[in-house]
């Protein structure tokens, strides 16, 4: 896993590149690649690379070209299936010069074209010039495993794997989209290609970008396809099937010349990732939870102990507080560059700071729950489907006395809740994050100020999900939330976290469950093989009984429970009330200053607002580190930085 970062300039004869703005491009990501660094810069391209060392660690360093260094590439990611493709190489007459992954893609290009991206199983995003035909492409994996980033200005297009690269170049403005800014709080996350900064983009997952005399196209490369291939399969196919496939997407996933372990909850996708990684490992693994200073909450740290027992690792814990909650705060909007609701990010940043002193590569149970409907709002809500559907033309109706019923109890669930009957599913389901019926979404008018409002209108709203939805329209309900899962909430929310914080202790995450194949598979099932008799997971859970306790293939999922909610009503509290009511917060002019002091005021354990309030602060915080400075502060991450943000 790297940083890769570049600039084109879109004219032929237009000045070269100047190699002090890629050096500095390339600083803004040294987390990402501690170990090595390595330039290219001729003409009007330059291209450039932060190396953490995983795969050939002698000789992989980066930029790295063909025989006749006509084509250059450099590589965020990892090809599992690169040995594979080293074979097919040298039997089509490639001389290969390392034994890196890497190298794989330079020489699958000469084959293939930009059509090489089909051939490679991983995680990855890459930038690739040609200099005979002057062609830039830039490509990122299929599910948006890793990131990357692009920006178009006036004569030039720049690219990184981080934000901080392009900002860090010099000519791209840290701009706020106010259209953006308003989808934000739909989601609480930024789902598609934009971002809040007005000028940058993402590259979608399953695309690629290519510019070539100036200009810029985009192509789609892979798409989730609910085929239903399958959906006559037995389940006891579906069960060996699956099995099968995942032992050997995990030993893929543990090819490294660095050591190796495991991310471990108390969950189901975790423990089953350690035990086939156990088998592959051909030795000890070490193993990472974590837990919190708070005896009312589940502990994850019971349920990891006991997969460590069984299998047999050395097993590391750590433990955060409220206190350390707050300080890693402006770490976390640093790092991740974008305001997202992902207080589990904030754990993840500690467990990866203790992991990083025993491995360099960790093995996450993520994506098991899109891939196999973990989550119990799918079978709510295919449950619900399945009510209107028997209602006919009496849900409208009924809605409406729900509704009302909901007023006169003061009942938050019927007043949330009541809507949704009366309505396609396609027009309240925002994903897993959010609803049309949040309180952002349904407070706007109290929430915001009237010049933000009218900043909204005058840019428009943007209908996210409405060519999600089009492309599953003769799907059933399951498969419809688990392709706009897989195409939002996974990408932008869950993913980002799971790079941006990991690579901030330069620690390598690899994700099993979301390999394209295990997808796939996945998406050709029958919905029954998943979600049975309201058991979700069924197909994943029937496939692991052999292998993963009791005690964790039954429990009740919790996710990842961290007491954010507690500690904003008390320990955090001050702190939430000094950010969102400081003048420098107020000015902005986006919120009523009445309305967020009585969402503060108003929060509890009946009426939580905990996810809005932490929405707040980190976008108030980002807007401190990348707006108002204009460059993100805290560079090194200090306490003084640290206290600097928050106070």
């Known amino acids: 896993m790297c940083g890769i970062c570049g600039k084109l300039y879109l004219e032929t004869t237009a000045r070269p590149v100047e190699r002090a703005s890629l050096v500095r491009m390339m600083e803004a990501m040294n987390h990402r690649g501690p170990d090595e660094e390595g330039l290219y810069a001729r003409g009007n391209v330059g291209l450039g690379h932060k190396r953490l060392r995983i795969i050939d660690l002698k000789s992989g360093a980066q930029p790295m070209a063909n025989e006749d260094q006509s084509v250059w590439v450099i590589f965020?990611?990892?090809?599992?299936?690169?040995?594979?493709?080293?074979?097919?190489?040298?039997?089509?007459?490639?001389?290969?010069?390392?034994?890196?992954?890497?190298?794989?893609?330079?020489?699958?290009?000469?084959?293939?074209?930009?059509?090489?991206?089909?051939?490679?199983?991983?995680?990855f995003s890459f930038a690739l010039w040609d200099e005979n035909k002057r062609l830039l492409m830039l490509a990122r994996d299929r599910v948006g495993i890793k990131p990357l980033y692009y920006c178009v200005t006036g004569d030039a297009l720049l690219f990184g794997s981080e934000v901080k690269a392009i900002l860090a170049e010099g000519s791209v403005p840290a701009e706020v989209d106010i259209t953006a800014l308003d989808t934000f709080l739909d989601f609480q996350y930024l789902p598609g290609e934009r971002t809040l900064f007005k000028q940058i983009k993402k590259l979608n997952p399953g695309h690629y970008l290519s510019v070539r005399h100036g200009e810029i196209k985009i192509s789609q490369y892979w798409d989730l396809h609910f085929s239903g291939s399958r959906k006559h399969q037995a389940i006891d196919d579906s069960v060996a099937e699956l099995r099968e496939l995942l032992g050997q997407t995990v030993r893929d996933h543990m090819i490294s010349d660095v050591p190796v372990g495991v991310l471990l909850s108390s969950g189901v996708d975790s423990t089953a990732v350690l035990s086939y990684a156990v088998e592959a490992a051909g030795s000890t693994l070490s193993t990472f939870t974590i837990g919190f200073d708070d005896e009312n909450l589940p502990d994850e740290r019971v349920g990891a102990r006991l997969a460590a027992t069984k299998f047999g690792t050395r097993h590391h814990e750590a433990t955060i507080t409220a206190a350390d909650f707050a300080d890693c705060l402006p770490k976390y909007v640093r790092h991740m560059e974008e305001p997202v609701c992902e207080p589990p990010a904030i754990a993840l940043y500690y467990l990866t700071k203790l992991a990083r002193d025993h491995v360099t590569v960790l093995l996450s149970g993520e994506g098991g729950d899109e891939a196999f409907a973990g989550y119990k709002t799918y079978s709510n809500l295919v449950r619900l489907e399945r009510l209107k559907q028997y209602l006919g033309v009496l849900a409208n109706p009924l809605s409406r006395v729900c509704g009302l019923l909901g007023e006169i109890t003061k009942s938050q669930r019927l007043q949330r809740h009541a809507p949704l009957l009366a309505l396609a599913v396609e027009k309240y389901y925002y994903s897993r994050a959010s609803s049309p019926f949040e309180f952002f979404n349904r407070s706007r008018s109290d929430l915001y100020t009237p010049q933000f409002s009218h900043a909204v209108r005058q840019s428009g709203r943007e209908d996210v999900l409405g060519d999600l939805f089009k492309k599953v329209r003769t799907c059933d309900t399951l498969d419809k939330l688990l392709y706009v899962d897989n195409k939002t909430w996974l990408p932008d929310d869950l993913l980002v976290k799971a790079d941006k914080i990991t690579m901030a202790n330069s620690v390598e995450l690899r994700v099993p469950f979301l390999d394209h194949r295990v997808l796939e598979f996945a998406a050709s099932l029958p919905g029954a093989h998943k979600l049975h008799r309201g058991q979700s997971k069924y197909v994943l859970?029937?496939?692991?009984?052999?292998?993963?306790?009791?005690?964790?293939?039954?429990?009740?999922?919790?996710?990842?429970?961290?007491?954010?909610?507690?500690?904003?009503?008390?320990d955090l509290k001050s702190l939430a009330w000094n950010i969102l009511t400081d003048s420098r917060t107020v000015q902005r002019g986006y919120f009523r200053r009445e309305a967020v002091e009585r969402l503060l005021a108003q929060n509890s354990e009946r009426l939580n607002y905990s996810?809005?309030?932490?929405?707040?602060?980190?976008?108030?915080?980002?807007?401190?580190?990348?707006?108002d400075d204009g460059q993100p502060a805290g560079r090194d991450g200090t306490p003084e930085d640290c206290c600097r943000l928050v106070c």
Not at 541 to 552: F, H, N, Q, S, T
Not at 557 to 570: N, S
Request: glycine content about 6%; aromatic content about 10%; proline content about 3%.
């Open 76 to 123: 965020n990611g990892e090809i599992y299936n690169y040995k594979k493709l080293q074979a097919l190489l040298v039997s089509k007459g490639h001389r290969l010069r390392t034994n890196s992954d890497t190298e794989v893609i330079v020489h699958l290009y000469e084959e293939f074209g930009e059509e090489c991206v089909t051939e490679l199983q991983g995680m």
């Open 541 to 570: 859970k029937r496939a692991l009984a052999d292998r993963v306790p009791g005690e964790i293939l039954d429990r009740r999922k919790a996710g990842f429970p961290v007491p954010y909610e507690t500690w904003l009503r008390k």
């Open 611 to 627: 996810k809005e309030i932490f929405s707040l602060i980190v976008l108030e915080l980002w807007h401190r580190t990348f707006v």
